[in-house]
């Protein structure tokens, strides 16, 4: 079906099942207060089936949870089915779906993240206090065990509505909240329910787009607007400098650049800022710290490629961070707009090198859309966040064909993580042969660590390529905490696998582990030491990939789960959990269920004394 065209060319949907919007409603009466109410609330954005997530999160934001009569008045002013809308909120878990006759959803939420840095701080100890806390249960707090929300190196962190804590401690929270609620009452903060939602009116300061401008940032995109940077360059200094994907899969950039270039017309390109790999931290610390870099870099890759439009796809934890970056939106919108200048145009050609675009004499600028995450780590999966992109549970889908040639709304998509972009922008600065030529033991290029667990000054670290771990404890986290041994490390998040301390001076990179059963992914790094073990780890993170699964294929959906009972004995069925585990590599859509048995393997392996007769 077609839908309200973002990118001017009559773009359909995806390729998944899509849906018939209604002339009238089915199911449930809607109410109409309720339409009201949801017109109000939803005010300013376009009625359109794709900007459904964006319309639950008004209700949810307001309301403090979704009540059925709301949804049903959404559906309507969506024109969509009730089973629809109801289908998609229920996918995601920061909405929270109330049934007719329900009792409300508690007037707070404090979520304490459980993965695998908060886990080794003392998450579960803090959740459990917090849950038997008077004050909290006079106030209806509810306290919510959560995966991963981006702070690793601050563990163990909570969130009180949308306000990131971290480091947490039971005390300061218990402090904080009671402070701004008395007993008894509905929480300030949110006049429109009552809710409290302290996070919704802090706002990260990001500087000014004239502040970077005035700081040298978009010099290389205005050097290509202006004709004094070619194409062709660009393709050449990225594929020069090495660079490759720092989103988890290392795919060589320049190369998945001319693939997508190469496709027909329109292309559209998102940034994926999804970050949900436990352990990963590193592009909300780039966005705070370098936020215009990674959107120049974005710019530039829309110019190359050529793409009429690009989302920016961002967690919904990165409240702050999304409300600074809602700030700065038009006013990049309306440079971009002023300025933008597509090479052919700028050779003086007035042709435009997409047929959509020949009656026009001048192309338009690439329209810019920002779009908020709901608490699905699988849309982080290219496919799943194109899906939810358009309005649709993230479902990954079996490829080919790939998203660069069948992507959003069906259109060849670029899609990049954000640090890939922000070194686009380095990269094009200081030269490709600055960023190949940093690296160790042959390797090329800098890398974002991010590290968190049993060392000194844990955080993000920028260090060469091909560093061991060794030298990256010692020479760039201040080494191991006092009276902690190194014991192993999880080179890649949840999903790389576990390495013993005996590993610890092979290079850390894209390739290098693979024959250890493991890999770097996204290069989130989690330092054990002899106060930890391998297999209890290892249940936290098969926890986290139980939690997140979509459910869509039973490899992954029951494999997740009957793992998780397997590993909870205390010997475990070793040819049992291989068996399985195969058949969740062999036959899983995603790399969610292809990598949920990465850990188990990892302590059979290298650490079967916790978990095996006789070797214990
Ligand atoms: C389950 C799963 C979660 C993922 N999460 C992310 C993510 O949060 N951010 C990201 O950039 N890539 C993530 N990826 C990888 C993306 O699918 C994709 O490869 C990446 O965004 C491409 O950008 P890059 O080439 O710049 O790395 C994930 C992959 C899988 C299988
Ligand atoms: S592997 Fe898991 S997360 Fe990926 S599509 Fe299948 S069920 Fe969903
Ligand atoms: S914030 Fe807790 S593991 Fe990342």
Not at 409 to 423: A, S, Y
Not at 474 to 497: D, Q, T
Request: glycine share 10%; aromatic share 6%.
């Amino acid at each position: 079906m077609k839908t309200q065209d973002k990118t001017g060319q009559g773009a359909s949907r995806g390729q998944r099942p899509t849906r018939g919007r209604r002339n009238t409603a089915k199911g449930r009466v809607v109410e109409p207060a309720l339409t009201q109410d949801v017109a109000k609330l939803c005010e300013g954005l376009a009625p359109s089936p794709e900007l459904l997530i964006e319309h639950l999160h008004r209700l949810q934001d307001h309301l403090g949870q979704l009540p059925a009569g709301h949804l049903a008045a959404l559906a309507a002013h969506l024109r969509l089915s009730q089973a629809e809308v109801f289908e998609v909120a229920s996918f995601y878990h920061h909405f929270e779906c109330v049934p007719e006759g329900a009792a409300p959803a508690a007037p707070l939420t404090v979520r304490v993240c459980e993965s695998i840095s908060c886990a080794m701080q003392g998450a579960e100890a803090l959740a459990q206090t917090l849950n038997a806390s008077a004050a909290l249960q006079e106030r209806g707090v509810r306290i919510q065990r959560v995966p991963c929300v981006g702070r690793c190196a601050q563990a163990p962190a909570a969130v009180i509505g949308m306000q990131a804590v971290a480091p947490a401690s039971a005390l300061d929270l218990i402090r904080r909240i009671t402070e701004e609620q008395a007993p008894g009452t509905q929480a300030a903060g949110n006049p429109a329910s009552g809710t409290w939602a302290p996070g919704a009116t802090e706002i990260l300061a990001l500087p000014t787009l004239a502040q970077a401008l005035a700081s040298g940032d978009y010099q290389r995109v205005q050097a290509a607007w202006s004709g004094a940077l070619a194409r062709d360059t660009l393709f050449e200094q990225i594929e020069q400098a090495g660079l490759r994907g720092m989103g988890g899969a290392g795919f060589p950039t320049a190369r998945k650049w001319r693939t997508v270039a190469a496709q027909a017309g329109p292309r559209l390109m998102a940034i994926n800022a999804d970050e949900g790999e436990p352990g990963t931290f590193k592009d909300r610390h780039w966005f705070e710290q370098a936020a215009h870099r990674i959107l120049e870099g974005a710019l530039l890759a829309a110019w190359t490629v050529q793409v009429d439009a690009v989302w920016l796809y961002l967690r919904d934890e990165y409240a702050a961070l999304r409300a600074g970056l809602e700030r700065l939106w038009p006013e990049l919108q309306a440079w971009v707009d002023a300025h933008w200048q597509w090479q052919d145009e700028q050779a003086g050609s007035g042709q435009s090198q997409t047929a959509q675009d020949q009656d026009s004499p001048r192309r338009p600028a690439p329209r810019l859309h920002l779009r908020r995450g709901a608490g699905a780590y699988v849309c982080g999966e290219e496919s799943a966040m194109i899906a939810s992109i358009e309005g649709l549970r993230g479902l990954p889908r079996l490829r080919p064909p790939y998203v660069a040639q069948r992507g959003l709304f069906g259109r060849p998509t670029l899609v990049n993580n954000p640090e890939t972009l922000m070194w686009v922008s380095r990269i094009l600065e200081e030269g490709p042969q600055h960023f190949a030529g940093q690296g160790r033991r042959g390797r090329s290029g800098l890398r974002s660590f991010s590290v968190s667990g049993r060392v000194n000054q844990p955080g993000v670290k920028l260090a060469p390529a091909g560093i061991s771990l060794r030298e990256l404890i010692e020479e760039h986290c201040g080494g191991m905490l006092s009276g902690h041994v190194l014991y192993g490390f999880l080179p890649g998040g949840a999903s790389g696998g576990i390495l013993p301390a005996h590993l610890a001076d092979e290079p850390l990179d894209f390739d290098t582990l693979a024959t250890h059963g493991a890999f770097i992914g996204s290069h989130a790094i989690v330092v054990l030491s002899q106060h930890d073990s391998a297999s209890e780890v290892a249940r936290n993170l098969m926890h986290f990939f139980r939690h997140e699964s979509c459910g869509q294929c039973t490899p992954c959906r029951a494999g997740t789960v009957q793992m998780a009972r397997m590993m909870a004995e205390p010997e475990w069925p070793v040819s049992g959990l291989q068996a399985l585990g195969q058949v969740m590599r062999d036959a899983s859509i995603c790399g969610l269920g292809q990598a949920a048995p990465n850990p188990v393997d990892s302590v059979l392996r290298f650490f079967p004394q916790e978990v095996t007769r006789g070797t214990r």
